[in-house]
């Protein structure tokens, strides 16, 4: 198990990725962002996750930018949006993306939210056209590695078969509470690195009583007792906080280990802190 949070998972592809990263979903872009992306690296993070339907990439490069760390010593993840669908549109969207991070790649790139049957009865044609985009500019060594996020089996199922390079990460709505844990053993299974995003779930996770009892037993908050419970499951943790005591804490993670009592405890939690963003109910607003 890891020790550090720039320890890494290793892609498909032998691309190494830190085991946490600094997620900045719901967090405003300009000040704020830039702010927090700083703090995040400054306080030993090296993995930063945005996405374009984030609307904050510009401040995301900002924040790198003023972290003073050397671009070659971080992870930059983010997504591709369903507006963009399709092979010329999502090759636009890379370099659009890139244009507001101000980098010259990233790192890790996703397909937020597949096409589903909902949307379109050619949801496995639309998807597959879309990662043709992908696997463009992977090859041209504008993205280091690609995935996936939001994917269940069948979508999964569907993309790799119609793939020339498979993906290597899926990243899933994950937490106690919420763990889904068939679909990220099935996206391990397949040989894709697991993500969660949303980790510490909400509120009503975080001020769960029975969370925070079993936190107290190690000495920890029930958000690190979260964050523990992601690597534990070999899920890497995406948290997120705009206040530095807390991004800091959120990492401080590798001095306790849940025993297994604990850890079926935390998979069998009744449903708490779900989004309720699933992908079959074609969440064209979700930007998760």
């Known amino acids: 198990m890891f020790t550090a949070k720039t320890e890494c998972f290793t ?13 900045t979903w719901q967090t405003p872009d300009g000040e704020t962002t830039a702010d927090c992306v700083r703090a995040a690296l400054e306080l030993g993070y090296r993995h930063i996750d945005t ?3 984030y609307g904050n990439e510009k401040s995301v490069g900002e924040g790198i930018r003023r972290s003073g760390v050397a671009r070659s010593e971080i992870f930059v993840t983010t997504k591709h949006w369903v507006t963009e ?21 990233v790192d890790l790139y996703l397909i937020h939210w597949p096409c589903v049957a909902k949307i379109s009865p050619d949801w496995k044609e639309i998807n597959a056209d879309t990662w043709r985009g992908m696997e463009k500019m992977y090859r041209d060594g504008k993205i280091r590695a690609i995935g996936v996020s939001n994917f269940f089996p069948a979508h999964l199922d569907a993309l790799i078969a119609m793939s020339e390079i498979k993906p290597m990460v899926n990243q899933l709505e994950f937490h106690p509470g919420y763990p889904q844990i068939d679909n990220i053993r099935y996206s391990q299974s397949c040989g894709l690195l697991a993500e969660a995003w949303s980790p510490l779930g909400s509120g009503a996770v975080l001020s769960d009583p029975a969370l925070n009892e079993m936190a107290a037993k190690y000495g920890k908050t029930a958000a690190q007792l979260c964050v523990r419970f992601a690597l534990q499951c070999d899920v890497l943790p995406l948290p997120k906080s705009t206040r530095p005591e807390r991004i800091s804490a ?20 009744p449903q708490l802190g779900f989004s ?9 607003d979700a930007i998760a």
């Open 11 to 23: 892609l498909a592809n032998g691309v190494n990725i830190p085991c946490i990263g600094y997620g």
């Open 51 to 53: 996405a374009f339907a």
């Open 85 to 105: 669908r399709g092979y010329a549109k999502t090759v636009n969207a890379v370099e659009t993306s890139l244009k507001l991070l101000g980098l010259d790649y």
């Open 250 to 269: 959120n990492a401080d993670v590798f001095d306790f280990a849940i025993s297994d009592e604990d850890m079926k405890t935390l998979l069998a939690m």
């Open 276 to 284: 309720g963003f699933l992908p079959e109910d074609a969440p064209a």
